[in-house]
């Protein structure tokens, strides 16, 4: 151990954010990527969506249970393996030639990478001193923030350019690195050790089942119309069965996968249900915007992915700022103005109309990511403040498996919200479209001697004229249902604000065991 001493902090670092960056990059990178993926695979888009759907299930089931497999393999060995089978997967799915062989692959990629994230968490916490853990989280951030905006820019740009299978190859230079950095400058702390208790098998098996049932119910449910589908139902009772006998039995088993004790700590379960808001609300914001770009403003999809880059560039900015201040100040007041100001931005987008550029969107974006620089590093900070080293592997791993359940959750909202509020406003608005409404009889006249002016015959101008207003109003729908889910967004953010006054401040960065 005392080799581990002597390596700088910042080595650690890098190394462990190599492989974390590239993980997380790989959960939106081949979203825009997909049509073309399809066509070359000979599959529809439905189908392709596997190639995300199975990544995101595997990585999932790994997520939770990253601590109990780091005792069990040695924290070290357990990067290797993940870094290495990940780089490996990524190599395969970019060579794959049929959808099967892919999603195969990106099973194997999902589940590699599953432990990534908790495990630099931990690592990170632990190379620094708990004065400096403020800075740790603030790089951790950079790469958990900003690599999901960076990825769909990211996966335009090489499908464009190149091919589809680049989004994969990418990762393979970035793996090599990973790997070099954590053989030299990775150690295992002297408390990780296998434990003497058999495997949890009970526990792991109904964790898969209920995580994996949930992920896909969360992915498919707009596609197959949520509770009309009987997949959908059957997956939504499977879940809640298994994870409902999963938590009875981690909390009565005497040697759990999962240790959800941890949850004692006040601090720490006001954090997990704050960053899985989070989680949440950053997720489904980014995929509003690209929608709102792409299907109303006529964005192409590579121009929408670098509209979005402004958020990326706040966080950037803020996030090594806010992880050097930390220190100085107390965090919840960080987190407090953090969920303010976040709430502030999506309002402001929740003002926007169909008329709105580039800079109506650029300026809101920015600032929100100076505001999850305010959140995300306090946020880390503060509940991990409490917990021992011995549990810090567990509660980094549930951690992170709730951040990302909340932004799948948020996407599904999100989708499926766009959808039932479009519909109410159509509803709405086509009842004021009348031929006894002057507005809506002037427009129509409107459009219709406009087309006939450029050689339509009036019976086709008439039609056009009516094809022509219902677009409108179909454009009109979308926008304001945009609109209410920002505002939304936004009142879930304030909602959320007293809950930091439930946290506890770490006294000097001293680590007290979590009971």
Known sequence: MSEARQVNPWLVAIAVMFGTFMEVLDTTVVNVSLPHIAGSLSATIDEATWALTSYLVANAIILP??????????????????VTGFTLASFF???????PELIVFRVIQGAAGGALQPLSQSVLLEAFPPEKRGQAMGFWGLGIVVAPILGPVLGGWLTDTYSWRWVFYINIPVGIASIMMTRMFIFDPPYIRRGTAGVDYWGIGMLAVGIGSLQILLDKGQQEDWFSSHLIVGLLVVSALALTAFVIHEMTTEAPVVNLRVFRDRTYATGTFLMTVLGFVLYGSLVLLPIWMQ????????????A?????????????????????????KFLAFGLVLAALTLLQLGRLDLNAGYWDFFWPQFVQGISLALLFVPLTTVSM??????QMGNATSIFNLLRNTGGSVGIAAVTTLVSRYSQAHINTLVSHVTPYDGVSRGMLEGVTQGLMARGSAPAVAAKQGYAALYGMVLRQAAILSFLDIFWLLGLIFLVMVPLVMLMRRPKGGVSVAAH
């Open 385 to 390: 403040g409490l917990i021992s080293k011995e």
């Open 308 to 332: 979005l880059a402004p958020r990326g560039l706040g966080s950037f900015l803020a996030m090594p700022v806010v992880g050097s201040l930390l220190g100085k100040m107390d965090p919840r």
């Open 93 to 99: 799915c970019g060579f794959a030639v049929s959808l």
């Open 295 to 306: 299907t109303l403003l006529g964005y192409p999809a590579v121009v929408a992915g670098i």
């Open 65 to 82: 249970i990253t601590g109990w497999l780091a005792n069990y393999f040695g924290r070290k060995r357990l990067l290797m393996i993940s």
